[in-house]
């Protein structure tokens, strides 16, 4: 089990952007592949970037090129700055660690206004 704080969100026009943070304990944080996610009220959550141990990077199509996932290792961080929000990017926004995929935090909620 780890322990994953979110942070970060807020309310924000559409355009904007926000940086979400993710406080992550764990011993081995620096070799994990860390994840963000998002819940939008009744829908299912969904999976919304990766960056694995070595920095490399994925993201759900629907915000490539507009969201960036990083990871600060020795502060076990992990970020996720968002540019260019739409409306449809409003949710409670949730981290992951790999190892532990059952191990959610409270989430961080993002609320974007037309």
């Known amino acids: 089990q780890v322990q994953l704080v979110e942070s970060g969100g807020g309310l924000v026009q559409a355009g904007g952007s926000l940086r979400l943070s993710c406080a992550a304990d764990?011993?081995?944080?620096?070799?994990?592949?860390m994840g963000w996610y998002r819940q939008a009220p009744g829908k299912q959550r969904e999976w919304v970037a990766t960056?694995?141990?070595?920095?490399?990077?994925s993201y759900t199509s629907s915000v490539k090129g507009r969201f960036t996932i990083s990871r600060d290792n020795a502060k076990k961080t992990l970020y996720l700055q968002m540019t260019s929000l739409k409306a449809e990017d409003t949710a409670v926004y949730y981290c992951?660690?790999?190892?532990?995929?059952?191990?959610w935090g409270q989430g961080t909620q993002v609320t974007v206004s037309s």
């Open positions: 764990g011993i081995t944080f620096a070799i994990d592949a």
């Open positions: 992951r660690n790999q190892r532990y995929p059952d191990s």
């Open positions: 960056i694995t141990n070595r920095g490399s990077t």
